[in-house]
């Protein structure tokens, strides 16, 4: 059964949403510039109620911030964008925490080879959009993904009336959706968020 993701978490309803739904795991975004970002004290009060694991979405933190970040919030799992990406999921690897490493993918495929990931760390694959890192609500084109030749998860543009056909068409570890689950920027849905979850586990 696919794993399931649901990113961008901002409020207790939308969380529990995510839970009851049978989410594998929720994302809480501390990057400032998001209109999907918490603060790490409410990150960190969210994730104390969550019931699974709970990843933090980081933009360009470094190491030292990443380890006060996973310090303050009791997250379980890193997801880092941008800058110290793969000296953040190495340190994960270390340190026993889960860890997706974003990979955007152009019209040429996947921006960065898979050689230097460890091998205790799921690539993230998400649409590559110029000055944006994930919540584009766009999708790439999915054949890129043909040769990956290890397990990883899927983001992009997912949502209810698209992601069994991703599921269906790549077989990924797993998916993760954030924008096209909101009424409004920021925002969840909690009825998008279960519909979502079906949709992935039912494929």
Known sequence: MTW????????AEALVAAQDGGADAVGFVVAPRSPRAVDPVDAAEMISLSTVPAFIVSVDLTIAEVEDMMERTG?????????????????????GWSA????????????RGLDTVPSGVLPLFDTAVS??????????????????????????GLGPDNVAEAVAV?????VDASSRLEAAPGVKDPDSIRAFIKEAKSA
């Open 100 to 111: 997706l490493l974003p990979i955007p993918v152009d019209a040429a495929g996947p921006v």
């Open 131 to 156: 000055g944006l890192h994930g919540g584009t609500g766009s999708t790439f084109d999915w054949s890129l993904l043909a040769d990956v030749g290890r397990p990883y998860v899927l983001a992009g």
């Open 170 to 174: 790549l077989h990924p570890f797993g």
């Open 4 to 11: 399931v993701k649901v990113c961008g978490i901002t409020s």
């Open 75 to 95: 997250a379980d799992g890193i997801q880092p964008h941008g800058r110290h990406g793969l000296d953040v999921v190495s340190l994960a690897d270390e340190r």
